[in-house]
């Protein structure tokens, strides 16, 4: 049985999407909880994430913003600068998974009848 492009491509693109947000998930939950245990002030002032707050963009735009902009360096704790750097990789990740599903989307052959 021959598989459909549309198949391999519907793959191709689902694959890098669900990793990324999987990721996301784990450690922009990891660096909110440490962020509530080892700096608290600086959680207060982010809007106090949480890990179920990370899907709603309103609520996890702080911390991502924080993230985005190496505040978590003015801390010099090894751990939180550790956590911020795999966090911002990963969200650098994000944005190459959807810059890869635009690509399939725009470049992507159609499926013909």
């Known amino acids: 049985m021959t598989e459909s ?3 391999f ?8 999407a669900i990793s990324a947000v999987g990721c996301y998930l784990f ?3 990891r660096l909110a909880r440490r962020l ?9 002032a982010l809007g106090r994430p949480r890990a179920r707050d990370l899907l709603r963009p309103w609520r996890g735009v702080s911390l991502l913003a ?5 505040s978590y360096l003015r801390l010099r704790n090894e751990e939180t600068i550790a956590l911020g750097m795999a966090c ?5 990740a994000m944005m190459a998974a959807a810059v890869w599903i635009l690509a399939v989307i725009v470049i992507a052959p159609g499926e013909s009848p």
């Open 5 to 7: 492009p549309a198949m």
């Open 9 to 16: 491509w519907s793959i191709a693109t689902a694959v890098p």
């Open 27 to 29: 450690w922009f939950a």
């Open 36 to 44: 509530e245990s080892a700096h608290p002030a600086v959680w207060m």
């Open 66 to 70: 924080w993230v985005s902009s190496q």
């Open 88 to 92: 911002r990789r990963v969200y650098f």
